[in-house]
């Protein structure tokens, strides 16, 4: 089975599957990583050429704690986008510069990507998988609090899954 030829840059013949999308987030730490927390859900968009290759994404990620220093009238959610990401000479590897925004701090750091075309899913239909991973100084953002306090750096990483929307069959 191929590909469909229904572009990828068509908002309407696909979604993310969020029921197959994971983030979480650990402190690395002399020992390896150390897993902080799993975040529950998230909102946003991946930008993807008419190949299924991505270009971009833009991600909300609620908080599971709200830090306490966030302003009343500030959201607890992660701003994490990236606007121009590359082919980083790897098949199926890209990598950009991205923003991580919480509140009124923000820091930029290096992002690296993963987009698999798997031909055939459980359904018996073709999906991106899509792997997303950034490592940030805990400092920059002051949080998570528990990473801050020891100055270490924190990994967020993202796992989700691009699916042809349902359609219904013309009548």
Known sequence: MSIPEVPYTDPTSWRIAMEASAAS??????????LLDELPWFQGSFRLTPAGLPAGFTLRLPLPTRP???????????????????????PNQFSGRTRLRLGRRETFTSVSALCAKIPVGRSGRPYLKIVLETVFPSLSLRWPREARLRLRPVTLKLFSEIRLAATTPPS
């Open 25 to 34: 987030l650990s402190m690395n730490t002399l020992n390896g990583p150390r």
């Open 68 to 90: 306490a220093w966030l302003r009343e009238e500030e959201t607890a959610e992660l701003l994490w986008e990236s606007v121009s990401l590359e082919a980083a000479g790897i």
